[in-house]
């Protein structure tokens, strides 16, 4: 077979590895392809210490040469060009990344079982598709089952990727659509329903990644089979040839004996992230094109530490264990540690917890790279899997020998429990010594990926995800919805149907309620409107929409405001007006009515319900439903009895808030915009923090409200916002005047502002005052330079504010106002600074721990600017709080 063979991906002989395998090279850690191969021997060099290495290595060399020779003469069957990137029922199409992808018809093992398949189109690309490529094209598997034949012979393992996209293809509804796969007899999906798991995980695609056996005789064989009265479909395969990288056995969590020989297992990647820094794109994985995720969803919210990045003065280098192939020098260069304060640590466990399908055996892969400390004994840990011990004392310094060596760790883990319901907890703890008094008690981690393995029965696959009731509830009344097709007003008017209607929304929104107020700091409630768009739908917003919130009629809107009524006007803006109303004959809610006159509006007003409907957060305002009707564009909120945090701050006759109130508010203020910022795929900016903007409910929860001016990461570059001037002044970052580029440390500016206006409850702009104190943000910068800023705070809670409280809330509201967004901490560096100040307020004393004097009587001053502890290697977050005078 010939096939064009990708430009930018490793091209692999299989010849080759027959004299990698013949030499033994495997054991001298080099990896299999031939590129790699050479660029590892650099490595090893470089690295060589006896001479008894170099004869090795000039034998290899020698030997080298010669099976060359000899491959290229043998008369061989010709080498197939890998990896096979297949873009099923598509054309031959290259991808944004340069990688090409073929079309999937020849590898169909017979024209008999091609004729019960059908190549379509997707009818539109979900904006949550990473790319068009392969998504937008499938192969449906009618009835029987269709192998695919690949033509690999691999003396290493295989990268299997599997792309599904769920949507609707001609006319076959993406939930009617359960199939099975298997790969050379291992099964690897089972009644898998791709649209279900996608809803559950709030996706619009799903890619499943399986490492196979080595393929040493015949071919890989791939065949998938609808399950009875069903069908199937696929858009994307890979076939990429990897480095073994699970040679070594692994202890199993909690058992003493034989540890995990994974040689004979096929294995499923189940997680893979990049701890403490940003999404890795497959193509900045040299090659090997794994994508790594952001570990901020997976991170139990009790303490969620802090985040740092290696400094530029410090190399980090592969060793002969760890190379590119087992990670990109990226995910070494950043980690998540539990943070500077060690009597705070000392009460929490650092913790990821991972859904996974029980009655499997998992791999978990901790990668470390201690980039600040270079002694051993300085950062001492024990790590649980699953409240079992699995290593007490991990010292990443004692295991890699040095600063910048990067080392991973793996440990095997059985999980046990009601089937589909099993779950991984990634647990660290600071080891505390009996017999060494250490100053520093803390974790760190750098990576961190998770397999599972087949179990006995040759099998991976796992239950298809149960979505959460309220998605369920929301589904069945858009259901009901279309099946009556009318609009709700007609459905109240009468019949059955539509009280069940009615009942089901009312499920919704209290369900919606409940589930967000359990969750605690990140949230990610599985909403994905992907898989209720109707095929041919005419772009309308209102589909993309429709099944996660509620489409009101004006009528409603209407009874529900007293006919608009000025009396209901609860606040207005550049959008419009916002009236309080009610729904369902009692229910509270805002509505925000769009000034018919402003053009900008269209564009605000979809931008908001689609933003809106897609992140869900404790501290995000709730969008309930939307009307659009008659040129009205109405959003309609949940109500916030408390108002706006301003009115509770200044020019008020409400009772001031005590600081401690302050302090909570603005701690779920920030965790609001953190999830903005890191929570979804790419970085949403809000653009418009200000006090006005973060509403208070009725228990005095903050909620990030105003979405309609965010934008995400991704457009940013290709949308220029220089034109137009968005935000409010006295907030507005001064660096977007520099260089008219918001980022989202213009956020953390603005927050910075609010963070001061709350501390000295006075308007950020007060044209009243002499000329030198009319900006807030200037003037405190000021007095924090003259250090006066005392003398600043709102004297109604002078009194109850703990000192040390004071200092790290100036100190953190002080850099959010840096000048250049470089020097301003992220937003979740802000978030940690204020959870701990809010520790400090109501913890003043500090944690007593009665063995060790050291601890309790370490003051968070000694603690700050102990040197010895926190060398100037360490991130911008930690130097902020090191050196409190400033740089
Ligand atoms: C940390 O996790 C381990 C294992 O689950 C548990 O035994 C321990 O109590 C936890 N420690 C704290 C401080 O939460
Ligand atoms: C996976 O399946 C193979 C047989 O194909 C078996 O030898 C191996 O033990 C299985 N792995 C596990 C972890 O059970």
Redesign the pocket.
Known sequence: MHHSSPSSSPRFLTKSMDFIVFLNIEDLHVPCSFPFFLISFFHFLSDMKSISKSLIFALCCCTFTMSTFHVLGENSPEPEPVPFLLSCGGKEITDSDGRNWIPDGEFLASSDSRDDTEAATAPYPDPLLPSPVPYMNARIFRSSSTTYKFPVFSKSRLWLRLHFYPTTYGDHDPFRAYFSVAANG?TLLNNFSAAVTAKAITQAYILREFSLMPVVSGDLNLTITPCKESYAFINGIEVIPMPDIFQKPVAIVGYRDEP?D?R???LQTMFRLNIGGEFIAPQEDSGLTRTWYEDLPYLSSTSIGATSRANKDVTIRYTEEVTADIAPLNVYSTARTMGPYSKINLKHNLTWIFQVDADF?YVVRLHFCEYQLSRIKERVFDIFLNNQTAQRGADVIEWSGSMGKPVYKDYAVFVSGLPGAGEIRVELHPTISTTRKLNRYDAILNGLEVFK????N?NLAGRNPVPSEMLTNAEEAYKQHQASGSNVEEMVAGGVASSAVLIALVVFVKKKKDNVSASKTVNLLPIDGSSHRKSGSTGSFVNIAAGLCRHFSLSEIKNGTKNFDESQVIGVGGFGKVYKGTIDGGTKVAIKRSNPSSEQGVDEFQNEIEMLSKLRHRHLVSLIGFCEEAGEMILVYDYMANGTLREHLYKTDKPPLSWKQRLEICVGAASGLHYLHTGARYPIIHRDVKTTNILVDENWIAKVSDFGLSKCGSTLTQTHYSTMVKGSFGYLDPEYFRRQQLTDKSDVYSFGVVLFEVLCARPVLDSNLPKEQVSLADYVQHCQRRGTLRRMIDPHIKGEMNPECFKVFADVAGKCISDNGIDRPSMGDVLWNLEFCLQLQENPGGVDMANDTHIATLSVDEEIVDDEVYSPRLAPVFSMIADPRGR
């Open positions: 291992i995990l994974l004979g297992s096929t055996t393995a087949n179990d006995t040759e």
